[in-house]
């Protein structure tokens, strides 16, 4: 069974960090690319961040409004993967689900998410 | 950006009805769209990919269709458990979703 176990959420200053860390389970976490999602009341579901598998590259992709701020890395031999957040925002503020797909193709597991609020 | 706009925002259904969601992407995705359900404090869960691909464990009253630009997912008998809140996704290009439809009780 598939399982996905994120941890690290919590509240934090604007300007702040965080590292959030999903613990895989259930698949061969080397073959997967890994995500991000997060999940706000207004904005709604918006894609955060990608890893790929280092077969093709183990390069990373970031959605424009966490570019430069955030950070996805894998460490394969601990089947995790993290998501570094530099310079919170307020409007960070968000459930996070770490994710993963079959290559660029859809979702096909979700974490059950690590609520990260980011306020004064 | 691919935008994603999905209608209607909220759906007001019974149990039995037929119902019927859409997806508009502002440019061509070919058949890279997924349709997910989520229910309140929980996950989303995949129900079609590949714009009418059915996923393993999904019940078959579940049916997505279209290509290129618009999409439909339909829901051909709507039971007690399928009142939860309805995401497409492209993968077209990166991801977006949608903004996501809520099917309530009438």
């Known amino acids: 069974e598939v399982q996905l176990v994120e941890s690290g959420g919590g509240l934090v200053k604007p300007g702040g960090s965080l590292r959030l860390s999903c613990v895989a389970s259930?698949?061969?976490?080397?073959?997967?690319?890994m995500s991000w999602v997060r999940q706000t009341p207004g904005k709604g579901l918006e894609w955060v961040g990608r890893?790929?598998?280092?077969?093709?590259?183990?390069?990373?992709e970031y959605a424009a409004p966490v570019k430069g701020r955030f950070t996805i890395s894998r460490d394969d031999s601990k089947n995790t993967v993290y998501l570094h957040m530099n310079s919170l925002k307020i409007e960070d503020t968000a459930m996070f689900y770490c994710?993963?797909?079959?290559?660029?193709?859809?979702?096909?597991?979700w974490g059950q998410g690590t609520l990260v609020t980011v306020s004064s | 950006d691919i935008q994603m706009t999905q209608s209607p925002s909220t759906l007001s259904a019974s149990v039995g009805d037929r119902v019927t969601i859409t997806c508009r992407a502002s440019?061509?995705?070919?058949?890279?769209l997924a349709w997910y359900q989520q229910k309140p404090g929980m996950a989303p869960e995949l129900l079609i990919y590949?714009?009418?691909s059915l996923e393993s464990g999904v019940p078959s009253r579940f049916s997505g269709s279209g290509s290129g630009t618009e999409f439909t997912l339909t829901i051909s008998s709507l039971q007690p458990a399928d009142f939860a809140t309805y995401y497409c996704?492209?993968?077209?290009?990166?991801?977006?979703f949608g903004q996501g439809t809520k099917v309530e009780i009438k």
């Open positions: 994710t993963r797909s079959k290559g660029s193709y859809e979702i096909d597991y």
């Open positions: 259930g698949f061969t976490f080397s073959d997967a690319w």
């Open positions: 890893i790929k598998r280092k077969g093709d590259g183990g390069k990373t």
């Open positions: 440019q061509n995705i070919v058949s890279w």
């Open positions: 590949k714009a009418s």
């Open positions: 996704l492209q993968y077209h290009t990166y991801w977006t």
